[in-house]
Structure formats: structure tokens, C-alpha cells
């Protein structure tokens, strides 16, 4: 980089992704841009410029000076590699212009924070980032981990799952060869936190979703069932609704099913076969 490469970057002043500052003595300023450069759109950070009068000062650069640069970036979080340029001022000797450039956001990636608190640009300006902003960055690059049914399930304890229901899917599991026989005399609780349907202690919303017997926040736990007359929706001759539990759904529908499926059969050698 060269002193022209730095008039032409300031020509226009400050903007959304130049800033601007006299000297170090503005670097914790001066970060709080560079972590809001890297959560918008990136940018310039320049040291050695007048703001507004576009004066080129430069400053004195010391082993010191480099030190105390290199101190403030690694407050920047997650970890960033800053090229740091040093470039000669005009008319000033002994004085260096200091410039950094911060790359962009990329949507999915951890977002970025200085000294523990996230900021962003807003036009020129640079601002404490909202904590709905925040949140959905960060469920963007964890969407396994802050997905629905990972989160703590509401108003649902332990003593509202069903043993009975946990054990009997365990149980398949073992027939099927898909867990260790172990899992069968396990505490309740360990076996829960195994199968990763506990948050801190605490049912989460697929241990709710599989077993809870307590379904009264979820509207969505629910099955509606008919039987229509002839190919259209136009008329039925059976209507259900059920709610519960992932199995108690799954056992009302199948008892629909079967309800209203003919089951034929027919003996072949001694054995009878069976058709729905």
C-alpha cells in the first residue's frame, strides 16, 4: 500500500466502511469499528487521518506501538488475521500512517465481538449490535445445536415423561441390535440423558415431544383423522382427533388405520397370511 492508495481511500471521508482516526490513543474506539466492519460489510480502518479535515498526521510507530496494536485485535472474537500496513507520511518524517483492512461478514459464521459485545454498522455509524441480531447469527452457524428440539421444552418435568413409554423404545432398541442391552436396568434419568432429551437436568422439547404426557404447550401435538365417502373431501363417514406424545399419535393413527382397512386372508400350507 502507498500514500496515494491512502488519499484515494479517505477522498470521499468517512463512510460505511472507512473510519477514520488520529492516532492510537483512539485504538479501543477504533476496535469497536473493526468488530462492526466484520459483522456488516467490512472496511478500512485508517490511524493517522484527521476526520473531516482529511489531514494526513501519521504518528510515531514504536515497537510499542505495534505491541499495543496487536494487544487490541486479539480482543476481537473469534480470532481474526489483520494484515497491519505501515506506510510513510508526507511532509512528516518519522511518522507512519497505520492502516487495517476487515473482511466482510459471511452469513452462517460465528458472528464477531469486542471485548464480549457484538457491534455493527449502521450507515456510518457504529452501534452495539441488537440481541435478536446476535441470536439468530449464532443459531445460523449452530443451526444442530439451537435447533426446536434441542431447546428446553416449557412447564415440562421429568415426572411428566412417560417410563413406561422410554423403556418400551429402549427395549427395540436392543431387539434391533441399535443399543446395548446395559440400557435396559439404566436409571431413568441416565438413560434420558444418553438419549440427549435432557438440557441442564430438564426435559427438552423432543423428550416433550416423544414422551411427555403433559402437552399442553404444544398446540401442535395433535392429529386429525377422516374417512372420507368416495375419492373427494366433500363428505365423511368418520371424523377423530387425537393428542398426545409422538407414540400416542402414532398408536391413534395406526388404530384408525385398522379401523377402517378390510383385512383379508387366506391359509397357505399352515400358515395364514394376512393382506390390509
Given amino acids: 500500500m502507498t500514500i496515494e492508495d491512502i488519499k484515494q481511500l479517505i477522498s470521499k471521508d468517512e463512510h460505511r466502511q472507512l473510519e477514520l482516526k488520529k492516532t492510537t490513543g483512539e485504538l479501543k474506539d477504533g476496535m469497536h469499528t473493526a468488530c462492526a466492519f466484520l459483522n456488516?460489510?467490512?472496511?478500512?480502518?485508517?490511524?493517522?487521518?484527521?476526520?473531516?479535515?482529511?489531514?494526513?498526521?501519521?504518528?510515531?510507530?514504536?515497537?510499542?506501538?505495534?505491541?499495543?496494536?496487536?494487544?487490541?485485535?486479539?480482543?476481537?472474537?473469534?480470532?481474526?488475521?489483520?494484515?497491519?500496513?505501515?506506510?510513510?507520511?508526507?511532509?512528516?518524517?518519522?511518522?507512519?500512517v497505520i492502516a487495517m483492512y476487515f473482511n466482510a461478514f459471511v452469513w452462517g459464521h460465528q458472528p464477531y465481538t469486542y471485548d464480549s459485545?457484538?457491534?455493527?454498522?449502521?450507515?456510518?455509524?457504529?452501534?452495539?449490535m441488537p440481541r435478536e441480531m446476535f441470536e439468530e447469527r449464532i443459531r445460523a452457524n449452530k443451526p444442530q445445536y439451537y435447533a426446536w428440539e434441542r431447546q428446553k421444552a416449557d412447564r415440562v418435568a421429568i415426572g411428566d415423561l412417560n417410563?413406561?413409554?422410554?423403556?418400551?423404545?429402549?427395549?427395540?432398541?436392543?431387539?434391533?441390535?441399535?443399543?446395548?442391552?446395559?440400557?435396559?436396568?439404566?436409571?431413568?434419568?441416565?438413560?434420558l440423558d444418553k438419549l440427549q432429551l435432557l438440557n441442564d437436568g430438564m426435559p427438552n422439547n423432543a423428550a416433550a415431544a416423544l414422551f411427555s404426557t403433559n402437552i399442553y404447550e404444544y398446540p401442535q401435538f395433535r392429529l386429525r383423522m377422516a374417512r372420507f365417502h368416495g375419492t373427494d373431501k366433500n363428505?365423511?363417514?368418520?371424523?377423530?382427533?387425537?393428542?398426545?406424545?409422538?407414540?400416542?399419535?402414532?398408536?391413534?393413527?395406526?388404530?384408525?388405520?385398522?379401523?377402517?382397512?378390510?383385512?383379508?386372508?387366506?391359509?397357505?400350507?399352515?400358515?395364514?397370511?394376512?393382506h390390509l
Fill in 163 to 191: 417410563e413406561e413409554r422410554v423403556r418400551g423404545a429402549i427395549r427395540l432398541g436392543v431387539e434391533r441390535g441399535r443399543m446395548m442391552a446395559s440400557a435396559m436396568t439404566e436409571p431413568f434419568e441416565k438413560v
Fill in 40 to 96: 456488516t460489510d467490512g472496511g478500512w480502518l485508517i490511524i493517522g487521518i484527521a476526520p473531516g479535515s482529511l489531514k494526513i498526521l501519521g504518528q510515531e510507530v514504536t515497537d510499542n506501538t505495534q505491541r499495543e496494536i496487536a494487544q487490541y485485535l486479539t480482543g476481537i472474537e473469534p480470532a481474526v488475521d489483520v494484515k497491519v500496513e505501515y506506510v510513510d507520511a508526507p511532509d512528516r518524517p518519522g511518522c507512519q
Fill in 117 to 128: 459485545r457484538p457491534y455493527y454498522k449502521v450507515e456510518s455509524t457504529t452501534k452495539l
Fill in 235 to 274: 363428505e365423511f363417514i368418520d371424523n377423530q382427533r387425537a393428542e398426545g406424545n409422538f407414540f400416542d399419535l402414532l398408536d391413534a393413527g395406526m388404530a384408525f388405520f385398522f379401523k377402517h382397512l378390510s383385512l383379508s386372508g387366506k391359509i397357505v400350507g399352515f400358515v395364514r397370511e394376512e
